[in-house]
């Protein structure tokens, strides 16, 4: 409403403070003011009269310029500001300033107070400004551009609201806003209030190279930013009623002032404009440029939603509902705080809530994702300026000041989610949206062994320039990541976090909060070390409430990420125990550098881990004890790829520190955005731009095609047709060709120098670390108490997913095996139930199909299967049994009913690995190799790493959390093919199976059996594998005699064994000594899904079709048994007499038992199933 439209019953001006002040608060409680809002046509002609006056003020000002008249009003300001902070009470929101004992404010400011109050356009942000109105925030390092769209006028009764659209440019990056008309006389008012401000000294202006300032519109600045001539007179502008508020005069007077405060240094660094123009400490990256969609002041509160899925705002039953259920279920009571002003920032896939603007820190963050709803409205709010946002885990309340700018806000957020894949659903139930390469940047790179992963993750932390995400089941702060450790001391974990976070990277740490009294973690002791490293290094151990700690289940992810940029997940913890080379030493030798320091070297199966504050100090005496080598499997992600795993650690960061009792010191983390989508057009190679060649470049020369450090005729492309063709034919591991960094639309940072030889090598190396371009997506098990979202499983349905689809070949690593078949409902996941299946199928339709499993001879706990404490190993290793060989539910005996005469040995056989010494000087020894590895490869195209391991702990989603990703070729190996040729593999699932051949079978590339076991579903291959892993076992087994072996059905057989044992010659019996006391003072701890967890034994079914190897397999070992697995069974005469047969050994493959202790109940009664599944 205009003011000429007022009656004039209510145009009296306000003739006192008092009444100043309540006009003021009315008018700012009915929404965005504009300053045709003058209570009459009295209070207009006096605001002209003001205006005029302070205009003729201005020209005095100007003729005179006298220095020592600027000092005086500059003093002025200062002493108005101070009055203003000062006497000026909390409960008003304007800038007025009042005389405590007179009641009135000061005759020299009353014009513009009273201007202001009508104009102020939100109490909240007056109210921020009151304290921090002159504080600067380096947002911008140059003007940005600005231009008047144009302007809109629209009746919201009982008021007008006018506002203007607005687009600025800052660097390469545009955006639009909406700035009202009360908020550019708001704008007006405050220069106007704050000389110090519009009268900058020249040497603050923002001056480009020549030493000429420019102005955003390009226009040379040919007077002193200081002078008063510069600014627009508004007065028309604010004058003006209606439609005229947005004609073309009126939208030029606003260029103009918006011109002249973007080159004032100390304006455009005022929270006032960075508000105006929707800007914030948080909104620009280097990385990924413009963060946010929208930003403004809002009321915002934000509460754990359990598990509800349709929450309302009635505020008493929602508060006492909540802390009930939330007290039954185990989530930390939420008290609903009042709603606090708070600069909240739209994102693309998320929104932030900060303090304030000048704040990097998320306080909170709200993740979109498949359970997102939005809802507004007096129905369901309770109120036109309120806003309800949900996700899976929480709900984010906001308030605006009036229901046009809620009605922006709730517009945009809906668009975004919309068009989020983040708030759809995906495949395989997960969170995560597959990425493939032929859109964005997808790598991937396999690791076998922690020789390789721990290298590669200490050049990944090495290089981090934002943060470090590290979370673990375990995290040991003195682990090495380079081996020899002596050599390398500064890859000490603990120590390269010191470094990076006094570079200012910040690090977060998410460990698994243990049971102390299950296991000697001692996470407390990790948390400590990191604590004390520096302030940019945040230590979580998680679960931080009670009901957890009863214990069940525990955090088993490996996840190391770092800038949310390259992330690695696989089975490897940074901990004891883990590194390990393809080798599998079991000793570390003496006359070298050591490999395993203090309780890096370690045996699970002689003695479990203590005193690990302690790390200096041996566990077991190395000189005469084997180590238990460590197989294992990790993956490098770069990319899209990534980034999802950051966001998982991002998620359960953020829930984690909002069920903490103390949780202050703490925020939340914001995901980056994704990388955008990349579009080459390959019939215009013209439009490539010289970074892009560079990064072909590169690869021509990592491929042999050319030299990067040519000279300066093969730097460039003498042909566009050979550059097209390089793009489109992105058929090798590492391709650059479309590769983007996290810029969005740029690719990645390579040297701009030509001439740098040195650093196209770096690049060069950097290519080759980034392995292969791959489709993707990330998996994982999450549900309630361990990530705040419903039940997810999605690990579980892709490996039901791939074997149901698997063509010819299923090769499976795991350090468990317990799984069930239709209808079981002591197992509830079906990963066996979908290999009977297939085979069933492969059986009936004559197809050739094998699957191959690798799994521990037996599991990591200490003692004798018949020892008293030994529940958890035997627990483990019935389950294991009733899942492949014994019992109606079990895989053989399923197929032994369905396929009739064919033979399940034809199709399915599992394997073990095991490794011997013969030092010189020493008796010889054996130790299995303890397989850890949690990976899947199908058909040698597609391929499943992580932490998850096929049991019920890992797979159920409501167990323990778990994150995985599937991986799928995108190119063809050339020359290579499955089934006699009927099937082509991919580069990576291909490499990866061979490179594990290489370790297990002990074959090298280019040998005959190395080509032969290219194809493992050729008959002759298949049944050569078998025939091999049957001779080493049997070596083993005639040399040492060592468990398990199918000669040993029942526990007497063990004691028998070993009290015939007991009459051997001592003299060689030091290292069955030192074990037995390692046992006798060990005991059995409670099963967990740990590292070194579970394995099993199998049961008294043929492994080799073969009869010559099916009667090897019935060949029992005279040989006397003990109950660890590592000890040397036979007399150090008999094992020097039959050592000579270890040469015969090839590989580490051996036969997996499965008779042994057949006819035992091994299952423990006094403990629920749910402890060893």
């Not at 407390?524 to 409430?545: A, C, I, M, T, W």
């Not at 829930?655 to 990388?675: A, E, G, I, N």
């Not at 361990?786 to 349905?797: M, P």
């Not at 394995?1095 to 492994?1103: E, V």
Request: charged share 25%; net charge negative; proline share 4%.
């Amino acid at each position: 409403m205009s003011p000429t439209e007022q009656p004039e019953a209510t145009s009296s001006p306000p003739n006192s403070a008092t009444d100043a002040v309540n006009t003021a608060k009315q008018q700012l409680e009915d929404g965005d003011q504009d300053a045709q809002e003058l209570q009459g046509q009295q209070q207009q002609e006096e605001l002209q009269e003001e205006l005029l006056g302070e205009q003729e003020q201005s020209e005095e000002h100007q003729e005179e310029q006298s220095e020592h008249h600027q000092e005086e009003e500059q003093q002025e300001a200062e002493q108005q500001e101070e009055e203003q902070q000062e006497e000026q009470p909390r409960a008003h929101r304007g800038f007025s300033v009042f005389n405590t004992t007179t009641g009135h404010a000061p005759a020299s400011t009353a014009a513009a107070d009273r201007a202001r109050l009508v104009s102020s356009e939100s109490s909240d942000f007056f109210d921020f400004l009151r304290h921090h109105s002159d504080d600067h925030i380096h947002v911008f390092d140059e003007p940005p551009e600005v231009r008047v769209l144009g302007g809109r006028s629209e009746e919201s009764w009982p008021t007008r609201y006018v506002e203007y659209d607005v687009e600025l440019k800052y660097k390469a990056f545009k955006w639009k806003v909406e700035i009202s008309k009360s908020s550019i006389s708001s704008l007006w008012f405050y220069i106007k209030s704050r000389p110090h401000l519009r009268h900058a000294p020249s040497s603050a202006a923002f001056m480009p190279a020549d030493g000429h300032g420019v102005g955003s519109s390009g226009v040379p600045e040919a007077t002193p930013l200081s002078s008063d001539s510069r600014w627009p007179q508004l007065r028309k502008l604010f004058l003006a009623t209606g439609e005229k508020c947005v004609s073309p005069e009126m939208i030029a007077l606003v260029q103009q002032l918006l011109d002249t405060v973007v080159q004032v240094p100390r304006l455009l660094r005022s929270p006032y404009v960075a508000a105006l123009f929707q800007v914030s400490n948080s909104t620009f990256d280097d990385e990924m440029g413009r963060t946010s969609v929208r930003e403004g002041w809002l009321k915002a509160r934000f509460w754990l939603k359990g598990n509800r899925e349709n929450v309302r705002i009635n505020r008493a039953s929602m508060a006492w509902d909540n802390e009930f259920f939330n007290c039954m279920c185990v989530v930390k009571r939420v008290n609903l705080r009042a709603k606090s002003l708070c600069w909240v920032s739209l994102k693309t896939s998320s929104i932030a809530i900060y303090d304030s603007i000048e704040d990097t820190n998320a306080r909170k963050a709200f993740l979109f994702d498949k359970k997102f709803n939005i809802e507004r409205g007096l129905a369901t709010t309770g109120s036109t300026t309120t806003l309800l946002v949900t996700n899976a885990t929480y709900v984010l309340q906001m308030e605006a000041k009036s229901k046009q700018v809620l009605k922006k806000w709730a517009n945009d957020i809906r668009r975004v989610a919309d068009a989020s894949n983040w708030s759809q659903s995906h495949r395989d139930g997960s969170f995560a949206i597959p990425r493939s390469p032929a859109h964005m940047t997808s790598f991937a790179q396999w690791y076998v062994d922690g020789h390789g992963a721990y290298e590669a993750m200490f050049h990944a932390i090495q290089s981090a320039k934002k943060e470090i995400f590290i979370a673990g089941w375990w995290v040991c702060p003195s682990i090495h990541l380079l081996r020899p450790a002596e050599q390398y001391p500064e890859s000490r974990l603990d120590l390269m976090l010191k470094k990076k976070a006094e570079e200012g990277v910040r690090v977060y740490v998410l460990m698994y909060k243990e049971i102390a009294m299950a296991l000697t973690l001692n996470s407390l002791y990790s948390k400590q070390v990191f604590d004390e490293l520096h302030k940019n290094v945040h230590v979580l151990r998680d679960p931080d409430f009670l009901m957890k700690q009863l214990g069940l289940w525990s955090h088993h992810e490996k996840i190391v990420s770092v800038d949310q940029r390259v992330s690695f997940v696989g089975g490897l913890d940074l901990c004891f125990g883990r590194w390990d080379t393809h080798g599998h030493e079991l000793f570390d030798e003496p006359e070298k550098p050591t490999n395993f320091v203090g309780k890096d070297y370690s045996n699970p199966r002689v003695k479990d881990f203590i005193e690990v504050d302690r790390p200096d100090e041996d566990m077991i005496d190395r000189n005469v004890v084997p180590r238990m080598p460590w197989h294992d499997c990790h993956c490098r992600l770069e990319g899209q790829p990534a980034r999802d795993v950051a966001r998982h650690f991002v998620q359960r960061w953020n829930y984690s520190v909002s069920t903490r009792k103390k949780s202050r010191k703490l925020h939340h983390l914001v995901p980056m955005k994704d990388y955008a989508v990349v579009t080459i057009d390959k019939r215009n190679p013209k439009k490539l731009t010289k970074r892009l060649q560079k990064a072909v470049h590169a690869v021509r020369a990592m491929r042999g095609l050319s030299s990067a450090g040519a000279n300066n005729g093969s730097r460039g492309f003498n042909s566009e047709r050979r550059m097209a063709r390089m793009l489109s034919n992105q058929n090798i591991s590492g391709d650059m060709s479309t590769a983007q960094d996290g810029r969005a639309g740029t690719l990645l940072n390579l040297p701009d120098d030509d001439d740098s030889d040195e650093a196209f090598e770096r690049h060069r190396r950097q290519v080759a670390a980034r392995g292969f371009r791959v489709n993707t997506q990330i998996l994982r098990s999450l549900s309630l108490w361990s990530g705040g979202v419903a039940t997810e499983r999605s690990i579980q349905d892709a490996y039901i997913r791939l074997i149901g689809s698997s063509k010819h070949f299923v090769y499976i690593e795991n350090q468990f095996f317990v799984s069930g078949l239709e209808g079981d409902h002591g197992c509830s996941n079906r990963i066996a139930n979908a290999l009977v299946e297939r085979i069933i199928r492969a059986s009936n339709n004559n197809e050739q199909f094998r699957v191959m499993v690798v799994m521990p001879l037996l599991p990591a706990f200490p003692g004798k299967p018949d020892d008293k404490d030994a529940s958890s190993l035997r627990g483990v290793m019935h389950w294991q049994y009733r899942s492949i060989c014994r019992g109606e539910n079990s895989i053989y005996q399923r197929l032994y009913q369905e396929l009739e005469d064919d033979d399940p040995f034809k199709y399915i056989a599992f394997y073990g690995l095991r490794n011997h010494s013969d030092r010189e000087g020493a008796h010889a020894q054996t130790e299995e190799v303890y397989i850890h590895s949690k990976v899947m490869i199908v058909d040698d195209r597609s391929c499943i790493i992580g932490s998850a391991n096929i049991n019920e702990r890992s797979m159920c989603g409501d167990r323990d959390s778990e994150i995985a990703v599937v991986v799928e070729d995108h190119e063809l190996e050339k020359g290579v093919a499955l089934a006699s040729g009927a099937f082509n593999v991919g580069k990576f699932g291909h490499s990866f199976r061979m490179k594990l051949f290489e370790e297990h079978f002990g074959v090298e590339p280019g040998t005959p059996l190395y080509n032969k076991y290219q194809d493992p579903v050729e008959k002759d291959a298949w049944f050569s594998m078998q025939e091999q892993a049957m001779n080493n076992h049997q070596i083993y087994d005639s040399v040492f005699g060592c468990l398990p072996s199918d000669s040993v059905t029942t526990f007497a057989q063990i004691d028998s064994h070993i009290q015939s044992a007991q009459g051997l010659d001592t003299s060689g019996r030091g290292a069955d000594e030192a074990v037995a006391a390692a046992l006798e003072s060990s005991a059995g701890a409670l099963s967990d899904n740990s590292d070194r967890n579970r394995a099993s034994s199998l049961s008294g079914i043929a492994m080799s079709p073969h009869d010559s190897v099916r009667a090897r397999r019935t060949q029992g070992s005279k040989a006397a048994f003990s109950g660890a697995m590592n000890v040397n069974m036979k007399e150090s005469s008999h094992i020097a007499e039959k050592k000579h047969e270890l040469s015969n050994v090839q590989g580490h493959i051996v036969y997996f038992p499965l008779e042994f202790l057949v006819d035992e109940q091994l299952e423990p009664k006094l403990f629920p199933a749910e402890l060893f599944q």
